[in-house]
């Protein structure tokens, strides 16, 4: 699971199965972000087929910041968080 926030829309939650929400303040706000989401995810270049081409392709969005990533590892343990903000 991805969690990224994007500023003044709120939140996007990426499941590892491929499947994506937003979280936001109201339905006209939902309806931006996931037009915001699907255009990042159509834009990424090749196919959106791990956690990773996911992560790229919503931090592209401008303003997104990268909340969490569910791993299995303790803080720092993963190979992936160096160079996210």
Partial sequence: MISVAVRGYGIVIWDDDGRWR???ASHSL????????????????????TNDDACAALLSIDGA??????????????????GRN
């Fill in 30 to 49: 939902s309806a931006l972000l996931a037009t915001r989401v699907e255009i990042a995810l159509e834009e990424h270049p090749g196919p959106v087929d």
């Fill in 65 to 82: 910041h990268l909340l969490a990533v569910d791993c299995d590892h303790g803080p720092g343990g993963c190979d992936g968080e160096i």
């Fill in 22 to 24: 937003t979280f936001t």
